[in-house]
């Protein structure tokens, strides 16, 4: 059975750092690409990042530009987000999906995406 799990959320400071997981089981992640979303409560869900299968190429929304890092460990099959100067409207649930495509990688889109895991929390507060 595919399946992603995310892990690494939970409760920081304005300012601090989280990486956030996306270990998949099942399956290997090298043949997808990997997107970041996120909800918050109340709003609609959001992409974050994106990693393609090769070369790689990245994506970022505008808002975590500079900020936040994907990145893959193939010995390890995970996709990272290094999330750096958090800020309280970075709260939300943070879910990683698999998406089939053979190039490049899709950060608006979720319906692109065939695998979702469970999320995880990150909250930013003081």
């Known amino acids: 059975q595919l399946q992603l799990v995310e892990s690494g959320g939970g409760l920081v400071q304005p300012g601090g750092s989280l990486r956030l997981s996306c270990a998949a089981s099942?399956?290997?992640?090298?043949?997808?690409?990997i997107g970041w979303f996120r909800q918050a409560p109340g709003k609609e869900r959001e992409g974050v990042s994106c990693?393609?299968?090769?070369?790689?190429?990245?994506k970022y929304v505008g808002s975590v530009k500079g900020r936040f890092t994907i990145s893959r460990d193939k010995a390890k099959n995970t996709v990272y987000l290094q999330m750096n100067s958090l800020k309280p409207e970075d709260t939300a649930v943070y879910y990683c999906?698999?998406?089939?495509?053979?190039?490049?990688?899709?950060?608006?889109?979720?319906?692109?995406?065939?695998?979702w895991g469970q999320g995880t929390q990150v909250t930013v507060s003081s």
């Open positions: 990693i393609s299968r090769s070369l790689p190429i990245t």
């Open positions: 099942g399956f290997t992640l090298d043949y997808y690409a």
């Open positions: 999906a698999a998406d089939t495509r053979l190039t490049g990688c899709d950060v608006t889109n979720a319906n692109e995406y065939d695998y």
